[in-house]
């Protein structure tokens, strides 16, 4: 990961929200928009804009599916990148693998996300329930 100054945080507090996928690809999309990456002048920079929507989706997801439920979304915007956080409350480890079959769904989730980030990993607190699973994505040249 890294460590640049960041310039702005941005912080969801999701807990017990109904329809937190929407709402945090809203937040996301907001963020993006005051940053100026949205709307987008050229094509990179909606592609890079629409990775960090996808990956935020990915996350919150993969936390509603597998970890009861998000807790809270940060998105720090850095120099050269866009660092991207969901604390959940589940114990498990989330780990990209090959989609078992392709077209379908289910699967896919940890393994796009590695595909479009420049790193990605979990971090716990020793003696705390849960985790923060983050996504490092470049920003838009």
């Known amino acids: 990961m890294l460590m640049d100054q960041a310039s702005d ?6 807990g017990e929200t109904s329809g937190t996928v929407p709402l945090a690809r809203d937040f996301t999309r907001t963020a993006l928009t005051e940053w100026g990456w949205l709307p987008a002048a050229t094509a990179d920079r909606r592609a890079a804009a ?6 935020v989706s990915e996350l919150v997801t993969n936390a509603c599916l597998h970890a009861e439920g998000p807790e809270e979304l940060r998105v720090v915007r850095y120099d050269r990148t866009v660092l991207l956080e969901v604390t ?9 693998r090959t989609p078992h079959r ?8 940890m393994f ?8 990605w990993g979990v971090r716990r607190v020793p003696g ?11 920003s838009p040249a």
Not at 88 to 95: K, T, V
């Open 9 to 14: 945080v941005r912080t969801l507090s999701l």
């Open 102 to 109: 392709a077209g379908r769904p289910g699967g896919h989730g």
């Open 88 to 96: 959940d409350r589940g114990s498990g480890q989330p780990a990209p």
């Open 112 to 119: 796009i996300v590695q595909r479009l980030c420049l790193d």
């Open 50 to 55: 629409e990775d960090v929507l996808l990956v």
């Open 128 to 138: 705390s329930p849960g985790k923060t699973v983050w996504a490092e994505l470049a």
